[in-house]
Each structure stands twice: as structure tokens, then as C-alpha cells.
């Protein structure tokens, strides 16, 4: 409902502007998904032909505005997943993201509007009213081919985010980079980038592509991984067990795993950092793997990857939470499958839930670690064993236990011991002792 509430403001706005001479362009990636049956809520529309006061006026008759940078040209039409903008020309200044100035140019043409974008099938636009599909470029073919293509040799490399944005294209429509892009792509400096101007490409690549894969294949491609993704480029040609990963070296496993990590991410409780701990579950390998005997192993690669993962992490966030979040995931990841192969006690696969920050996401982790690799591991009666044990686990916290409360009712003052004690509690709570029986314990101990 709101998107045809938007498609039909879109529309009048589109008339208003018609009656003052302009015309009003579906812009961007609203036409390319558009042309490929998509729908992307988020409309764009680029304004011709008419000055910034009158484009005001009109979308004051229309509900109001708010001026997302005025001296851009850039309006966000109140209560609508509308942006619109007037054309505009860019020239680079300096060398940061937004070290551009910017002259707002309402009658500088659609051949020149459309220029300053980054690929051919972005630089599509689309009439509002009469559905007229303006391609300079030649984006249409490009889109039908599967193709992403830049525009301008000069302008292409003034934003380096175009080369993160190129690789999460790639992998969000399965599209191939030409290979004239490519080489360019290869000589641009991305040291200058934002560090959240990089997650938001990378939160983008694996949360919205079938195979993230392909967004670190076309990094790969590029020779743009060293300075942000270079724990990922250190996987490329390490070795791996030759029986238990017939698929080669820890970067072909790692790109399995995050493919099939992104078929089951909906069904994580943090999809975000659901993908990020497959992506860097086997850091650890880097530092670890060592031939032992008659083969690779690396032995207690989940703990030594942690400091590899932080080091990563800082590079591009700073949340507590996907910190938290993904380290405990990548110390955990073996866990599961040790104790679906030793059939282990309720009371150990308990203890490993109780230390997981998410553990139904852990379970989701583990299958797919065991699904990302030759020969797969079968998961269907591992992933029985482990929800039937979650399930278990999830009654047994929620009964009731002892808390701070119930140990200073029975006589026990608060004290150094009460963290030690509610640790004992907790342990016995984890075995299944019913509330009563553990208090009866702990005050037998006293």
C-alpha cells in the first residue's frame, strides 16, 4: 500500500512540475530493480528544467519537504520513501569522500545529469509520467547481459566506494564486472574510505546477495582486499585437511560457508553478525595451520583466531554487541560438532548453550560450516541431536532458580561468596536440579 501511495505522489508531483515546463525522472537503482521486476521501495526522482524555489513550492502544495542538503539540491518529500533531487555536477576538491563541490544545475541536460554516476545500469532514468526510458549509455543492454560497466574513465575513481559498491552489485544481481571496469578498479586507492562507508557496503553484500561470495570473489578480482578485508585475502592458499576438505584451501571453504550462511541468515536472530561469524569463523587457520604427521590440521584455530577477528572488527565498527557477539561465536563454532560426534551429556551440550550469546544461531553456524565444505558432514541428524538438546536446554532455564534474593532469605549475608555461590547455583541448574534441591545443597555445604 505505501509504495503505490508513493508511485502515485510520485505521479502528481511529476504533473506539477510538467505544468512549470520541467519533467520529473525516476532516477538510479528505483529503474535499474524496476526493469528487472524488483521492487525497491526507496523511490529516487531527479527534477529538470525547473529552479530550486519553484521545486519548493510544489512540494510544499504536496505534503512539505524536508531539505536533506539544500545547497546540494537534495529534498526528502515528508511521509514518503521519497528522495528527490535537482541535477547537479560534481568536481573533486580533495581526496575524501565528501571533499566535492557541487553546483546545482537544473537545465544542464540528462546526458550530463546521468554522467556523473557510477555504472551504466545506475544510470538509467525513467519519465514519470510517460514511462520513456532515457539510456545514454547503454544500460539497458548492459542490464540484460548481466553487466556492470562504468561510465567515465576520469570521474569513475573520484568516489573509491564505487569499487566496494561495484563488488556488492556483482553480488547482490549476479553480475559479472567488465573487464575494463576491472583494470580500473585495480589502480584506485581505497584508504581514504570511511570505515562506515565500508560496513554499509559490506552489511549490504551479505544481507541482501543469494551468495555473498561473489563480493569478495570481485574484491579478489580487483586487488582491492589487502587494506580492509586482508585477514580474509590471508585465507586465499592455505592448506586444509586433504580428506575432511576435498574443496582446497580455508578461502573456498570460508566462501561456502558464507553462501550457506546466507541461505538460513532470516532465520537468525542477528542476521548481521550471523554472516560476519561465518565470514571470520576460521580466521584462526591463518596463524594455526601446520602439517602434522601425514596432514594440514589446525588445532585450536577458534581461539587462536581471536585476536585476528578483533584486529578486524576495529578496522570497521565499533559496537560492543557484534564485538560480544561474533568473538563468542568464533571460539564456539567447533563446539557443536564434538558434541554431536561424542553423543555428549545434556549437561555438556547445556554448559555449551549457557555460554553462547545466541544459541539457536550457533546451531544455525555450525551446519553450515559442516554444509561449506567436501565431503559436507550430513546435518540432518546432527541438527536433530542439537535442537532437541536446545530445547532441552531452553525448559531447564525456564524453571525456577536461585537468585540473590533466595540466598539472603535463607540467612546468607551478601558477600564476597554470593558470586561464588550463584555460580554454584547456576552449575546445579545446568544439571537440572529442581530450585529447592539446590538451595538444600548450598546450605548443607554452609
Not at 543492454?141 to 573520484?158: A, P
Not at 529442581?434 to 548450598?442: F, G, H, M, V
Amino acid at each position: 500500500m505505501q509504495y503505490e501511495e508513493n508511485i502515485n505522489t510520485a505521479k502528481t508531483l511529476a504533473e506539477k512540475v510538467a505544468e512549470k515546463g520541467g519533467r520529473a525522472y525516476y532516477v538510479g537503482g528505483f529503474v535499474r530493480d524496476r526493469l528487472q521486476g524488483i521492487e525497491n521501495k526507496d523511490i529516487d526522482i531527479e527534477v529538470h528544467g525547473i529552479t530550486p524555489d519553484v521545486l519548493e513550492k510544489i512540494l510544499s502544495s504536496i505534503g512539505g519537504y524536508i531539505s536533506a542538503g539544500k545547497s546540494f539540491g537534495v529534498y526528502k518529500l515528508a511521509h514518503h520513501s521519497i528522495d528527490i533531487a535537482l541535477p547537479r555536477k560534481e568536481t573533486m576538491i580533495g581526496k575524501g569522500h565528501r571533499d566535492f563541490k557541487v553546483d546545482v544545475d537544473p537545465f544542464i541536460g540528462t546526458e550530463k545529469a546521468a554522467m556523473r554516476r557510477d555504472f551504466t545500469v545506475n544510470a538509467l532514468m525513467q519519465d514519470v509520467l510517460t514511462g520513456e526510458i532515457i539510456d545514454h549509455f547503454g544500460g539497458q543492454k548492459d542490464l540484460k547481459q548481466g553487466i556492470l560497466r562504468h561510465i567515465n574513465d576520469n570521474s569513475f575513481g573520484e568516489d573509491s566506494l564505487r569499487v566496494l559498491r561495484g563488488a556488492q552489485f556483482a553480488a547482490r544481481f549476479d553480475f559479472t564486472i567488465a573487464p575494463e571496469t576491472v583494470e580500473l578498479c585495480k589502480k584506485i586507492d581505497l584508504k581514504n574510505l570511511s570505515s562506515e562507508r565500508v560496513l554499509d557496503e559490506l552489511k549490504k553484500a551479505l544481507l541482501k546477495a543469494e551468495n555473498p561470495s561473489i563480493f569478495f570473489e570481485k574484491l579478489r578480482e580487483m586487488e582491492q582486499l589487502s587494506f580492509w578485508f586482508p585477514e580474509v585475502e590471508k585465507l586465499i592458499g592455505i592448506p586444509q585437511h586433504s580428506v575432511h576438505h576435498k574443496e582446497g584451501d580455508v578461502w573456498t571453504h570460508t566462501m561456502m560457508v558464507l553462501d550457506e550462511a546466507a541461505r538460513v541468515r532470516n532465520k537468525a536472530e542477528e542476521p548481521f553478525f550471523f554472516m560476519l561469524s561465518a565470514l571470520v569463523h576460521d580466521f584462526g587457520k591463518i596463524t594455526s595451520t601446520e602439517f602434522v604427521k601425514d596432514d594440514y590440521h589446525a588445532y585450536s584455530h577458534e581461539r587462536e583466531g581471536l585476536p585476528i577477528v578483533k584486529e578486524f572488527l576495529h578496522r570497521i565498527t565499533n559496537e560492543n554487541a557484534l564485538f560480544s557477539y561474533v568473538l563468542n561465536m568464533t571460539e564456539l563454532h567447533m563446539k557443536p560438532h564434538t558434541l554431536v560426534a561424542d553423543n555428549s551429556s545434556i549437561k555438556a551440550t547445556n554448559k555449551m548453550f549457557d555460554s553462547a550469546k545466541s544459541p539457536g544461531d550457533l546451531i544455525l553456524l555450525a551446519l553450515c560450516d559442516g554444509l561449506g565444505k567436501i565431503p559436507q558432514k550430513p546435518s540432518k541428524e546432527a541438527e536433530e541431536f542439537l535442537r532437541e538438546r536446545l530445547g532441552i536446554f531452553m525448559e531447564y532455564m525456564s524453571r525456577p532458580f536461585v537468585t540473590g534474593q533466595d540466598l539472603i532469605n535463607a540467612g546468607i549475608k551478601p558477600g564476597e561468596e554470593f558470586t561464588e555461590i550463584l555460580r554454584f547455583a547456576h552449575k546445579l541448574r545446568l544439571s537440572g536440579e529442581s530450585k529447592e534441591n539446590i538451595l538444600k545443597q548450598i546450605l548443607k555445604k554452609r
